[in-house]
């Protein structure tokens, strides 16, 4: 298989590499074929040049939707399989082989693959069990996505109508389109993703407590609840 690994990447200097490395880290475990397609968003520091050193092809989308951030990856991509990855997470060693061997099978649509944060407090652990309530009825994972890129096409990539929470939304479409075809929406348990945990340095380890409590609708109303101000603080415009 060919893997296309898509990352989108807004002045991610100083998580570019650990992230790239990661995926250096899985290519030797698992020898096959590989692109990293980094996609810039309004960089002004050292990310291209960075990824330029590991081989990466460059794509550029400065729009705030990270819909179409991903979507301008996907369409840039040769690979058989897509795989989308954050800039500030890094992959398992084992990574491409766990996703080879399930879609392999046949019996996955793709998938995606336990998160792990870089560090544990009492505010970031009561953040992670909420949000894993809130998405456990829908038996689905996120952080990162693994499928065959005709399935992604097939279901139109990610929703660019959606300011935020476009990857809850993509992994139920994805869900549902693997169920008309009777194959499952995987979870690799035998590998992980480590994120960083950047958000909650700058705005508190309770802030996604805090904020749930304060406006239930952001989770708990979908996708298209959530506004536009909302998807550019916490993303768009939030400073590393």
């Not at 074929?33 to 050292?46: F, K, M, Q, S």
């Not at 399930?102 to 019996?107: R, V, Y």
Request: charged share 25%.
């Amino acid at each position: 298989m060919k893997f296309s690994i898509v990352i989108p990447a807004r002045d991610e200097e100083s998580h570019i590499d650990r992230c790239l490395d990661a995926i250096d880290k899985a290519h030797e475990f698992h020898p096959s074929d590989v692109e990293t397609i980094v996609v810039l968003n309004r960089c002004t520091d050292n990310t291209e040049q960075l990824a330029l050193a590991h081989g990466a092809h460059i794509e550029r989308n400065d729009a705030k939707n990270l819909a179409s951030i991903r979507n301008t990856g996907a369409r840039a991509a040769s690979g058989e399989v897509l795989i989308t990855v954050d800039a500030d997470s890094t992959v398992s060693p084992n990574m491409l082989a766990e996703i080879e061997k399930a879609l392999s099978s046949g019996q996955y649509i793709g998938g995606g693959v336990p998160i792990l944060p870089e560090r544990t407090s009492p505010g970031i652990m009561c953040s992670g069990l909420l949000l894993f309530i809130c998405l456990l009825p829908y038996r689905i994972s996120a952080g990162l996505f693994w499928c065959f890129r005709k399935d992604f096409e097939a279901i139109g990539g990610f929703d660019e109508s959606l300011a935020a929470a476009e990857d809850v939304d993509f992994a139920l479409r994805l869900k549902a389109h693997g169920k008309r075809q009777g194959k499952r929406y995987g979870t690799l348990h035998k590998t992980r993703l480590v994120t960083s945990c950047r958000k909650f340095d700058k705005f508190g380890d309770w802030f996604v407590f805090r904020m749930i409590l304060s406006k239930p609708s952001l989770l708990f109303g979908g996708p298209r609840r959530i506004p536009q101000s909302f998807a550019d603080r916490f993303f768009y415009d939030f400073e590393h």
